[in-house]
Structure formats: structure tokens, C-alpha cells
């Protein structure tokens, strides 16, 4: 099928598909005798796995290594398990960090900037 074809078929634009098909996230289409793309029907499932990753916050980067692992024949969870843990790590050295700046926050609020130590950029920090 055309690449337009196969663009409206997976809710997006013929521009991501190139996109993908050039990052190697989707094989690349076998081209007509006019050069014009044909995707077979196998590669409507890829686009649609690639933006629910996205949308669960995967990179590029992290979807391409999954569908790597799937081409090899491999089930790709734990690779997938692996992320969910790392994504928690992630929330917990943001909350952290988010409870660190609401201090400061609350010092600068409290704080009167005339008293402010001229020798340091920010006596807060």
C-alpha cells in the first residue's frame, strides 16, 4: 500500500512514517518502479505500538531497542519490566528534587531580597 495509505490507515502523517522509516523504527518500504513507497499490510502494527510508547514517555531511542528485541524473536517484556523500574527512579529523584526547590521556594517567599549577601549571586542557593 502507498505510503498515504498507510499513513491514514495508522492515524498519522506520511511525514512520521519517513520519519520512523529513516530512524529504523519501521523496515524500509520496498519501492514501485516509479520509486513511490508500498508498505506491505504487516507495517501498520509498528506505528501504533511506537506512539503508545511515546505516550507512556519511551524514547526513540527505547522504542527502537524493543522492536530490535522483537525482530530477534524475542519477547521484549523484561526489557519493557526494566523501563517501568527505571521510570520509578526517575519519580523519586524528581519528587526529591520538586521538595528540595519547594523549600527554597518558601525561603525566597519569606525572605526580604535588600538583605540579600551582595558577595553571592543568590545567598538562597
Do not use: W
Amino acid at each position: 500500500m502507498r505510503i498515504g495509505v498507510a499513513a491514514a490507515a495508522v492515524g498519522m502523517t506520511t511525514k512520521a512514517l519517513r520519519f520512523y522509516e529513516e530512524q529504523g523504527l519501521l523496515s524500509p518500504a520496498e519501492r514501485s518502479a516509479n520509486g513511490y513507497r508500498d508498505y506491505p499490510e504487516e507495517i501498520l502494527g509498528n506505528p501504533g505500538f511506537i506512539r503508545r510508547g511515546k505516550d507512556v514517555g519511551l524514547a526513540l531511542a527505547e522504542i527502537h531497542e524493543i522492536l530490535r528485541i522483537r525482530g530477534a524473536g524475542q519477547a521484549p517484556c523484561t526489557h519493557v519490566a526494566d523501563q517501568l523500574a527505571s521510570l520509578d527512579e526517575q519519580i523519586v529523584e524528581l519528587t526529591t528534587l520538586r521538595a528540595s526547590v519547594a523549600e527554597l521556594h518558601a525561603a525566597v517567599a519569606a525572605g526580604n531580597p535588600d538583605e540579600c549577601d551582595a558577595q553571592q549571586v543568590c545567598s538562597y542557593l
